[in-house]
């Protein structure tokens, strides 16, 4: 049987090749239900050329982080509304979000949003684009919330926060590490050309290939934000220490621990997951015990004196790094979620030795997953209290609330660059 010769997405239409790649991805995202990230690797296969490769990213992302406001200037042009999941209206999104984010001139536009309707109704989309084209077709300040969200934070936090999420939304983040050696912050800070918004952190300022960056290789530093290193920062145990990082993988918070002199056991159900633990522990120079175990079903042999609970969870708190999640129907769904973070939370706090520190953090925007959790936790075991964080733990322009647990929301820090939305409680176990 002879096979289909190999098709070779470099060499069509300029542009095409990257849009086709996105046109994958989001199919991947919005109708598969897979996180971008996860969808790269297979999307993107056939891709060469980085600039293809890495346009097709920014377009997909664009799309996702404008995809209300996409989709209302599309039906404003069309008198039927074309279905979610037509192929017109993704080749739409991904030419719109192209001119209006990108700059893509509109013939190039053009050419390349019909070549993506392939089969599809080539005249409607001509004409919708070239109505918004004529009408030179405008977004909004800040993109509009997905259905849902909007709603659901202004119950819980507010217009305020609600205006300052969405301009998160329209704004790629500003990337953060976390470096190995928190003695190093000024030299790393100036040599990167970065801004440390506390000890151990260096905000980037400019963009570029982060390989090829000073003190990659050498493995000074890892990618982070500064919001997800603060649960590792809030835990208490003393360097020597055996400490459990409890839902572990990618490892970005082991690298910390194990970084400040603790002998970590970092533990996560998901193997591919774990080996970038390794992977990433491996860069660094760094070690600690890897352990692949459902933590429902598993039992450590000895009592820890420090666990750091970082549970699955909706990650809508990361939206601004990954605009995905807004989108994808599991994150929605709470539910299943909540009964794992609790049952986590009760082996946390039966595995550790009497004294020790637990930290719960969950980097979502929905209190059920956070400030709810907690109260329930205590409402049901008496031997757990909250070790109180305080304003000097925390890098300056952040305060914790007076429960004495830290919320992160969008518009701290905004001046700053911002920060994700993270959940973080520290308690501590009856002596
Ligand atoms: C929020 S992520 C952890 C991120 C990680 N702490 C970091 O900083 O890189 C949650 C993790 O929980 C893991 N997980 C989910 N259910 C689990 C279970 N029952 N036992 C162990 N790990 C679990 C997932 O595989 C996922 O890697």
């Known amino acids: 049987m002879s096979r289909a010769p190999k098709r070779d997405w470099n060499a069509e239409v300029p542009g095409l090749a990257a849009r086709r790649g996105a046109l994958r991805l989001l199919t991947s995202v919005l109708q598969q239900g897979r996180p971008l990230d996860v969808a790269l690797a297979g999307a993107l296969n056939g891709i060469d050329r980085p600039d293809d490769r890495a346009l097709a990213r920014n377009l ?8 209300v406001d996409l989709d209302v200037l599309i039906d404003s042009a069309t008198e039927r509304a074309l279905p979610d999941d037509a192929r ?28 993506l309707t392939e089969g599809g109704p080539r005249r ?29 934070w202004q119950k819980a936090w507010g217009d305020t926060v609600v205006a300052a999420a969405a301009r998160a939304l329209g704004t790629e983040p500003a990337t953060d590490l976390t470096l190995k050696d928190a003695a190093q912050t000024a030299h790393w800070a100036e040599t990167l050309g970065g801004k440390s918004l506390a000890p151990g952190h260096v905000r980037l300022v400019r963009k570029g290939a982060l390989a090829e960056l000073p003190g990659f290789e050498e493995g000074a530093w890892w990618v982070q934000d500064l919001g997800a290193s603060l ?75 420090a666990i750091l609970l970082d549970a699955p969870c909706s990650a809508s708190g990361v939206f601004r790094r990954h605009p995905d999640v807004l989108h994808l129907k599991g994150s929605r769904d709470l539910k299943p979620l909540l009964a794992i973070q609790a049952q986590l939370l009760d082996r946390a706090c039966d595995w550790l030795a009497p004294g020790g520190s637990l930290v719960f953090s969950t980097c979502s925007l929905e209190p059920e997953e956070g400030e709810k959790q907690l109260a329930a936790l205590l409402a049901r075991r008496s031997d757990m209290t909250i070790d109180t964080i305080t304003a000097a733990e925390l890098p300056a322009g952040l305060t914790p609330n007076p429960g004495g647990w830290l919320r992160t929301l969008p518009g701290d820090l905004e001046d700053a660059g911002g920060i994700d939305g993270f959940f973080v409680a520290r308690l501590v176990k009856a002596a």
Request: aromatic share 4%; net charge positive; glycine share 10%.
């Open 60 to 67: 997909a992302s664009g799309v996702l982080r404008w995809l």
């Open 88 to 115: 017109a209206r993704m080749a739409l999104r991904i030419g719109l979000a192209g001119h209006l984010l990108l700059g893509t001139p509109p013939h190039a536009v053009v050419a390349t949003t019909l070549e």
């Open 124 to 152: 409607l989309t001509h004409a919708v684009l070239s109505r918004l084209l004529r009408e030179d077709a405008r977004l909004p300040d800040a993109p509009t919330l997905p259905a849902g969200y909007g709603l659901r």
């Open 231 to 305: 649960p590792a920062r809030l835990l208490r145990y003393s360097a020597g220490d055996r400490v459990l990082d409890l839902c572990a993988a990618p490892g970005g918070k082991t690298l910390q621990l194990a970084a400040s002199g603790a002998k970590v056991m970092a533990l996560d159900t998901s193997d591919s997951r774990l080996e970038r633990v390794s992977e990433n522990l491996e860069r660094m120079g760094l070690t600690a015990e890897i352990v692949g175990a459902d933590a429902l079903a598993w039992r450590p042999e000895h009592p820890f004196g």
